[in-house]
């Protein structure tokens, strides 16, 4: 499926992990109105509210930057719900509000005869990192349905746990592997947004990369393996990946023409991360 934006796009702002449900209800519709005046189009790489606040969130944000909203979802996006349920919502916002494109479900977007974009929320698949060894506990564990079901210290706890990120991680991999190569083959330059980092080396944190603890719940390999195999095989097409998740800003160059830039990120002071030139 092809998406035709209403008219080619100039500039593409980008923001990532903006919590607007954090935010009190005027400090968020000042956030908002002060998207309008930036950019041709709004990308949103995931953690935009909660589950249960989500829908409410796209719509204000929709009709109060006035301006096309390309998005994918982020793990906080799930919490107080389930994966399946929040994802069917975010399908049925696209149909109610014509601004709102769900990239997990809109196949390929076409910013400009050149540029292509596509997208899918993505998921920490647990191959980095010592998974086994980790003591870090995630909100995911108890608020994300599919989460609480396997959560626990307990081994069989752990072992289905590890299971079900390869899994989600898996489905994003398959996703983008299919996609990305489809505008690969029609577009010069292809702008791919997920959630979660598909590198170890772009899982930023605080400057450096993130600790071995924290790398299984921060990136997904899965992912990262899919996108080389594409850009390898597509040397004359330039693929920029878009990022959020671990809140800290940074750059990487993992081929020559594959790069990555990870978004930045602070609690309650949501923020534009770039402004993209689209050719």
């Not at 919490?79 to 390929?108: K, N, W």
């Amino acid at each position: 499926m092809l998406a035709n934006s209403s008219s080619p796009l100039s500039r593409l702002a980008w923001a990532t992990d903006l919590h607007l449900n954090f935010l009190r209800d005027d400090a968020r519709g000042q956030f908002i109105q002060s998207l309008r005046t930036v950019g041709d189009a709004l990308l949103i790489t995931g953690d935009i509210a909660e589950s249960h606040s989500l829908v409410a969130t796209l719509r204000q944000i929709a009709q109060g930057a006035a301006k096309p909203i390309y998005y994918v979802l982020g793990n906080h996006d799930f919490y107080r719900g389930s994966i399946a349920s929040t994802r069917a919502a975010a399908i049925e916002a696209g149909r109610d509000e014509p601004r709102l494109v769900y990239l997990t479900s809109a196949g390929i977007v076409e910013l400009s005869p050149r540029t292509a974009l596509v997208g899918h929320d993505g998921w920490a698949d647990g191959r980095f990192g010592d998974f086994h060894n980790s003591q870090v506990i995630l909100n995911d564990f108890s608020l994300i349905q599919e989460q609480r079901q396997v959560s626990g210290h307990r081994p069989s706890a752990r072992a289905e746990l590890l299971k079900r990120l390869q899994t989600l991680g898996d489905e994003a991999a398959s996703f983008l592997r299919d996609i990305v190569a489809r505008a690969a083959a029609s577009y010069r330059d292809v702008l791919v947004a997920t959630h979660v980092p598909p590198f170890r080396e772009a899982a930023w944190h605080e400057g450096r990369t993130s600790g071995e603890d924290f790398l299984p719940f921060f990136a997904c390999r899965a992912v990262g393996e899919a996108l080389v195999e594409v850009a390898r095989s597509e040397p004359n097409c330039r693929f920029l990946v878009l990022c959020g998740h671990t809140h800290g800003g940074g750059e990487i160059q993992v081929l020559d023409n594959l790069r990555v830039l990870t978004g930045a990120a602070e609690y309650r002071a949501p923020r534009i991360e770039r402004v993209l030139p689209i050719a």
